[in-house]
């Protein structure tokens, strides 16, 4: 875990703490990759036999959802509601093609200077797990407050405050390794 916070400090100028925002989840059969023209967003059922979703307007922490297919077949994958985010993916394909496996999300609280570039922050969390670029998939980095800075950080920093961060994405695993993928996602911040 400290090889992805090391990392992360050599990319920004400044990076402060790093914390989980939840405990790394292991969702089996989700989507890992999905061949359309034009892809709807997490919050979007997708496939050409969709007709919605059952997503409720206001969704819990942790709480799921799917899409609503119009044969009434079952849909593939699922949506989650992960640190005030719907995240995955829920597909009714009809003649589209899926590939299905289990997915380990992860979102971390971070103080720095700005986000890094989404490929910095794929390869440096490929880097620091010990994983594949291509199992790293929907990477985020979402700018918050400014933050005021302790005197020492601000000497760090060069400057009195910083910017509150949420990082976060999902690791494409296979479901023997989700576990031990977990307990390393769980470490990040260490």
């Known amino acids: 875990g400290n090889r992805f916070t ?23 059969d989700q989507i890992l990759g999905f061949q359309k023209a034009c ?12 007709v919605g979703t059952d997503c409720p307007a206001t969704m819990a922490e942790r709480s799921t959802c799917a ?11 699922t949506f989650v509601c992960l640190a005030s985010k719907v995240r995955l993916t829920s597909v009714c394909p009809g003649q589209d093609l899926l590939t299905m496996g289990d997915k380990v999300l992860f979102t971390l609280a ?3 200077s700005e986000c890094p ?3 910095q922050l794929r390869t440096t969390l490929a880097d620091g797990l010990s994983v594949g670029k291509k199992r790293v998939d929907g990477i985020f980095c979402e700018v918050g407050e400014e933050v005021p ?27 023997s390794g989700a576990q031990d ?10």
Do not use: W
Not at 8 to 15: A, H, M, P, W
Not at 67 to 77: D, F, Y
Not at 155 to 174: W, Y
Not at 181 to 190: C, Y
């Open 6 to 28: 090391t990392a992360l400090r050599g990319l920004l100028d400044y990076t402060g703490p790093v914390e989980q925002l939840h405990a790394p989840v292991h969702m089996p």
């Open 181 to 190: 993928l977990q307990l390393r996602v769980a470490q990040l911040p260490d």
């Open 39 to 50: 892809r709807g967003d997490s919050a979007q059922a997708s496939g050409n036999n969709s």
């Open 117 to 119: 570039s989404l490929e």
């Open 110 to 112: 971070v103080v720095a």
């Open 67 to 77: 899409a609503e297919c119009k044969s009434g077949a079952t849909a593939n994958g």
């Open 149 to 175: 800075l302790s005197k020492e950080d601000a000497r760090l920093a060069g400057q009195p405050t910083a910017k509150a961060l949420t990082i976060g994405g999902e690791f494409n695993v296979d479901a």
